[in-house]
């Protein structure tokens, strides 16, 4: 006898075969036919649903919430598995955290190799290249290379003596300019102008310029309803391409770096300075690049386990997955490190905030760096009581002048003005900025080539000869080689890409109930868990001419954002023309799921918080999409083999990342959505992409280099894959759309199996269309058609 469901046998394990036959079943399970029931009354073997339907979608918002916040706290308790310390000596203490050191490289985008250093003085007459002098040290305005078409920008400072006490990057906080913070220009008073401070003791200084955090000013309205900053619209871009503003900024730190160490090799100490944004990136620069002999973090240092509340250009993928602020600050040492608790500049958006921390929890993480005695210890300088000090105090700049071998000196009088005549620092903000956006936009641009590289002529590298081939006839190439060489990438694109969640499925407990009827169909509302909080929610469509024992084929169809599953089915939503209830009216069993994109910012923080830890929005909903595969599959009136997606919008999203992981899917169709994803997401020049949207949510760490929507619908060969693309469906462009499918075709072809993939375009907009998509689903899954059927 065929084995029953694990949900049918833990729930009703004491079920009589004739109280199984009443509820409609019988204790054969899969190999029973089915009756399904007239009344009210939850399906058979189920148990019954009382939650009110119009709280489900905002029950799961929330217990997704509650979830990711105990797997964040869990990711981090999880962490100390990368971390085996050997503090036997210096050099195998870095050799114990090269790794961690390497990853944390990698995704903060510190990936591009640096131009050689040259640092190069520049002016004219009006805005010579030395700016200031004083009887101790000039000012000079200055660009050192860093990436191809990326300078830093910025000040330089030499002892006028010729004597250098040390050499130091100072990284002003985003908002701040060279200037203030040399006392050049308005705006801080003299005991906050630490630049100045160390200039007047005998250091030499580089002092790049931090993109701001202001607002971006623009008469264009969809951007201006965004509500940008500079840094947020440098992060988008370059999280997509594998990059990071943050990334950016210890870039120019480090080429400042390599220009000192060029000059002077090991003969003078090597330092980072930074205060509020510009401590972030003076630590992080100082924990991957071990020449830096020692660094002052002012105004950054805390505990990051709620990272996901700070300004969204903070976002680093899957940084609490071995990170906190602790873990940095091992990679610092050996080395010098001084942390102030100093106060910080508030800043608040929808997107995040910025403010001060508590100063008992920069106590607790500072206490949590591991001390090793033969090293120098890391000093905190923080207030009585633990309240922050004023920013770069001179207790704090004293320690770090002292481990550093020099000391801060006494100011002499003398001038300090500035030479420039009608300089403009916004128009260096503005270079600054533009070059980082063009590093971007090329990278957005070279990226087909880069994933061509990387997947399809690797797997099959036979195809970049066969592309230049004259031969107009060509054997078709081994289907199962590609299938197998594609394993890894789909492993890559789940555990990278989309992301999981280290946590065992809960027993599918499945409860449900009847919520509409037809004269020729009824739809029961369906939950089943998934993880403690999160559950899978859905309507199955179940057609009434079902014979018994007959199994039939399954469309999971997929709403769009901001819908609910009954909007696919028998709302009168137009877009989906209620294809839904047309697919069961023709016979097949449907099944409306239920996926989190829903409540707007609600499921934009959800993804935030998943980022922190290595996943995504779509992780949890991979998660459901595998436990209703379960359930269905276990449905002794379903075929488990010939189950299908087909998905708009939000959904069409769905059919490409959620499909191609779950080979349960027998095929998947994707409809208002399809697309070149990188420009969607990452172009500047586009007025359709989503650096112009309120969608932040919508770039995915590194997918530019790695998978775009060609590269998804490979994993789902050998299965049938469908687009459906309407003409004026603002998403995207035809040209676009067709390029990308083109790929997907073409390797299809390459397989032999050209007839498993199509695409319709119809004179419609944003909307399912329904004619050939159809077609498609009653070939390979292998149902008739109404015509057919009579």
């Known amino acids: 006898m065929t084995q029953s469901p694990t949900w049918i046998t833990s729930r009703f394990a004491g079920v009589t075969l004739a109280a199984a036959l009443y509820l409609g079943w019988s204790a054969a399970g899969n190999s029973s036919s089915a009756q399904i029931p007239a009344s009210a009354g939850p399906l058979p073997l189920t148990a019954a649903l009382d939650w009110p339907e119009e709280d489900l979608s905002a029950r799961l918002m929330d217990g997704a919430h509650r979830f990711v916040e105990r797997q964040i706290v869990e990711s981090q308790a999880r962490a100390r598995r990368f971390w085996n310390y050997d503090r036997s000596s210096a050099a195998a203490w870095n050799a114990s955290v090269q790794d961690n050191r390497d990853r944390l490289r990698e995704i903060i985008g510190v990936v591009d190799v640096r131009l050689p250093s040259r640092l190069e003085r520049f002016g004219d007459d009006e805005r010579p290249a030395l700016v200031a002098e004083t009887s101790r040290y000039r000012v000079y305005q200055v660009r050192w290379p860093v990436l191809d078409g990326v300078s830093a920008e910025g000040l330089l400072v030499q002892p006028s003596n010729g004597k250098t006490a040390a050499q130091i990057v100072v990284v002003p906080d985003a908002g701040q300019t060279p ?290 081939s004259t031969e107009k006839t060509r054997p078709t190439l081994p289907a199962a080689r590609f299938i197998e060489g594609a394993r890894p990438y789909r492993e890559r694109f789940r555990r990278d890409g989309v992301g999981v969640f280290d946590a065992a499925y809960l027993p599918l407990n499945p409860r449900t109930r009847k919520v509409a009827e037809t004269a020729r169909w009824t739809a029961w509302d369906v939950v089943l868990d998934v993880w403690p909080d999160v559950f899978a929610w859905g309507v199955l469509v179940v057609p009434k001419d079902l014979a018994p024992g007959e199994r039939r084929p399954v469309v999971v169809v997929q709403h769009g954002r901001n819908g609910l599953p009954r909007d696919t089915i028998d709302r009168q939503v137009s877009a989906y023309n209620d294809f839904g209830a047309t697919l069961a009216e023709r016979g097949f069993i449907v099944f409306a799921p239920h996926n989190l994109y829903r409540g707007e910012d609600r499921y934009r923080w959800l993804d935030r918080k998943a980022n922190t830890i290595r996943a995504t929005l779509f992780s949890f909903i991979l998660g459901q999409h595998e436990r209703i595969l379960a359930w269905l599959g276990s449905l002794p009136f379903v075929d488990a083999g010939r189950i299908a997606f087909y998905g708009l919008s939000y959904g069409g999203e769905t059919a490409v990342r959620i499909p191609p992981l779950l080979e349960k899917y027998a095929l998947s169709i994707c409809s208002g959505d399809f697309n070149q994803w990188t420009r969607k997401v990452a172009a500047t020049d586009q007025p359709w992409s989503f650096m112009r949207t309120i969608e932040w949510e919508m770039p995915y760490w590194n997918w530019g280099e790695t998978f775009d929507y060609a590269e998804m619908a490979y994993l789902m060969v050998p299965r049938p894959f469908m687009v459906e693309r309407g003409h004026l469906d603002l998403v995207g462009r035809d040209q676009w759309v067709a390029h990308e499918y083109a790929k997907v075709r073409f390797l299809y072809a390459q397989l032999g199996m050209a007839e498993r993939t199509d695409i319709e375009f119809f004179q419609g907009a944003h909307s399912i269309n329904g004619q050939g998509t159809l077609a498609f689903l009653h070939k390979h899954l292998r149902w008739p058609t109404p015509g057919e059927r009579r």
């Open 179 to 468: 200037e203030q913070i040399l006392g050049l220009a308005p705006g801080l008073p003299p005991e906050r102008q630490f630049a100045r401070i160390l200039a007047n003791s005998g250091c030499e200084l580089l002092v790049p310029v931090v993109v701001g955090r202001d607002l971006i000013q623009t008469s264009d309205a969809q951007l201006a309803a965004s509500q940008q900053t500079w840094r947020e619209w440098l992060y988008r871009q370059a999280f997509h391409m594998g990059r990071h503003v943050i990334g950016y900024e210890v870039q120019k730190v480090l080429a400042a770096v390599d220009s000192f160490r060029t000059r002077r090799g090991d003969a003078v100490k090597v330092g980072v300075v930074g205060y509020a944004e510009g401590a972030l990136v003076a630590f992080h620069a100082a924990a991957i690049d071990p020449r830096i002999d020692g660094a002052l973090v002012s105004g950054y240092f805390d505990a990051r386990g709620r990272v996901w509340t700070e300004p969204i250009d903070r976002n680093v993928w899957s940084l609490l997955e071995r990170f906190s602020d602790a873990e940095i600050a091992s990679l610092v040492l050996p080395r010098h490190l001084v942390i102030e608790h100093a106060e910080v500049p508030s800043f608040t958006s929808s997107k995040g905030t910025r403010q001060t921390p508590d100063g008992t929890s920069v106590r607790a993480e500072f206490g949590r760096i591991p001390v090793v005695p033969a090293f120098p210890t890391p000093s905190l300088v923080i207030g009585p009581g633990d309240r922050p000090v004023r920013p770069l105090s001179t207790e704090a700049l004293a320690a770090f002048a002292k481990r550093l071998g020099f000391s801060l000196m006494p100011e002499p009088s003398g001038a300090r003005g500035e030479s420039r005549g009608r300089f403009d620092p916004a128009a260096r903000h503005d270079r600054t900025v533009r070059e980082i956006e063009r590093h971007v936009q090329g990278l957005v641009r070279a990226a087909e080539h880069v994933r061509d590289q990387k997947f399809l002529l690797t797997v099959l590298p036979e195809l970049a000869a066969l592309r230049w």
